[in-house]
């Protein structure tokens, strides 16, 4: 028991030296170091980096920093500076980028003489005076035009942000022009633009003009022109070319010979091309009709339509034949043949002739079978009236008989009666035939 009591003191002694050795050799040595950290960074790089005072670097930065509120400069040239405030604690680490915008500056750009038209950078912005604004750092440039003078580029430089005033200084690049013309009064076309009309003195730009004279009745005269600044360009007496017309020349009815001044042109429809302006006197002649007279005045350049109906001078004759099939002539000209009428037997239908001239004519009646072959008779025409001419006969035979005896007879049947034939052998003789002594009967053709 005693040995009992005597190891356990021993033990919690040991233990009680190990505790008191481990706490001493804790207490001798240093705690750990908490870092706090900080990387600066901005678009574009390269800024400058100021903190307190003190420049430290161009961007991008890493520091190490105390725990604090910190008010940073960036600054950058051609940049606005930004200042940005940044709080670290204990143990941060902090990766922190900022935008920088750009400096800008106003410019105003005006010129001698004013209300110059101004390019830039391929906008028109209107006349001076002009202000362009919000123009980042650097070199700029703009043209400057105006009527009359020579174009003008200006450049500068935007390099602070005060506003800048920009003036062009523009040359007159005008020369005289003078155009007369014969006649005068003819509008002046310049480039394809009127300008003016003759006789013309005006300044207009320098270098090579397109010149078009116009005038209603006239050729266009074109001509080029060289004009210099400050000098005189006199392109002198322009004579301009007439314009020739036409006559486009009509009639109802057509075919009619015309005369233009007694020279003949045709018949028409007809168009007379290249006539000189001028007063004309136009004649129709076409056989039937009146002649018809016109005078026309013809302007330079013009081309006339004429119109004419002509009035017939002719008359005309209807003709019915007894029997059809006759041949008719009028004045020795074959006319034609009567033909005959479905609902009349023995006589024609109208044969028309029509655009006879006026006076006496002639018509033949011809058949190779009639006795007397031909008939022949005269009529009068009057100017729009129609001659009828109606029971023109013919003696034609149109059958012959043949007898129960072989005998033939030709003559004309007149009636053809249920049991005999009424014929007539010859003009004005006439007699009856049993049917009962005809053996057959030959119709012959009513033409011949």
């Given amino acids: 028991m005693i040995k009992f009591v005597a190891a356990t003191r021993t033990l919690l002694l040991f233990t009680a030296a190990a505790v008191m050795l481990l706490t001493v050799s804790a207490c001798g040595k240093k705690p750990k170091e ?28 890493k520091l190490k920093v105390r725990p604090g509120v910190y008010l940073v400069k960036l600054s950058l040239p051609g940049y606005k500076t930004s200042w940005q405030k940044i709080e670290m604690k204990l143990g941060d680490q902090k990766q922190l980028t900022f935008p920088l915008e750009k400096e800008t500056a106003a410019v105003l750009i005006t010129s001698k003489p004013d209300t110059a038209a101004v390019t830039f950078q391929g906008r028109n912005l209107g006349s001076t005076p002009v202000v362009i ?36 200084s523009l040359d007159s690049n005008l020369g005289t022009l003078i155009i007369s013309s014969v006649p005068s009064n003819a509008e002046v076309i310049m480039d394809g633009k009127s300008i003016g009309r003759t006789p013309f003195r005006d300044q207009v730009e320098e270098g090579k003009h ?27 007496k322009q004579i301009l070319e007439v314009k020739s017309g036409s006559i486009q020349i009509r009639s109802a009815p057509s075919g009619a010979k015309i005369l233009i001044n ?52 002719t008359g005309g004759v209807d003709i019915v034949t007894h029997p059809p099939g006759i041949t008719v002539y009028l004045d020795g000209r074959q006319v034609g043949i009567t033909e005959k009428d479905p609902d009349h037997k023995n ?25 007397p072959e031909k008939k022949n008779l005269s009529f009068t025409v009057q100017k729009g009236k129609v001659v009828r001419l109606t029971n023109l006969n013919l003696w034609i035979p149109n059958a012959v ?8 007879e030709t003559g004309r049947i007149i009636q053809d009666l249920p ?20 053996r057959k009967v030959e119709y012959l053709p009513e033409s011949e």
């Fill in 401 to 408: 008989l043949v007898r129960t005896n072989g005998a033939r």
């Fill in 262 to 313: 007694n020279k003949n042109y045709g018949d028409t429809p007809f168009t007379i091309s290249n006539l000189k302006p001028g007063t004309y006197s136009v004649r129709l002649e076409k056989a039937g009709y009146d002649p018809a007279v016109r005078k026309v005045n013809l302007p330079a350049g013009e081309n006339l339509d004429l119109m004419f109906n002509l009035d017939s001078n």
């Fill in 347 to 371: 006589i024609s239908t109208v044969l028309k002739i029509r655009n006879l001239s006026m006076g006496e004519h002639r018509i033949t009646l011809a058949h190779k079978r009639a006795r």
């Fill in 34 to 61: 908490i870092a706090t950290r900080l990387a600066i960074n901005t678009t574009p790089e390269k800024a400058a980096v100021t903190i307190r005072g003190k420049e430290i670097g161009e961007t991008p930065v």
């Fill in 419 to 438: 049991s005999k034939y009424e014929f007539e052998p010859s003009p004005g003789v006439k007699f009856t035939v049993e049917k009962s002594s005809v």
């Fill in 133 to 168: 604004r919000d123009l980042p750092y650097g070199e700029y440039k703009a043209e400057l035009s105006r009527h009359g003078f020579n174009p003008q580029t200006v450049t500068w430089r935007i390099d602070s942000p005060l506003p800048k005033r920009i003036e062009g």
């Fill in 210 to 236: 397109e010149i078009e004279l116009r005038r209603n009745g006239y050729v266009s005269l074109k001509k080029s022109v060289q004009v210099r600044s400050k000098e005189i360009s006199n392109l002198g």
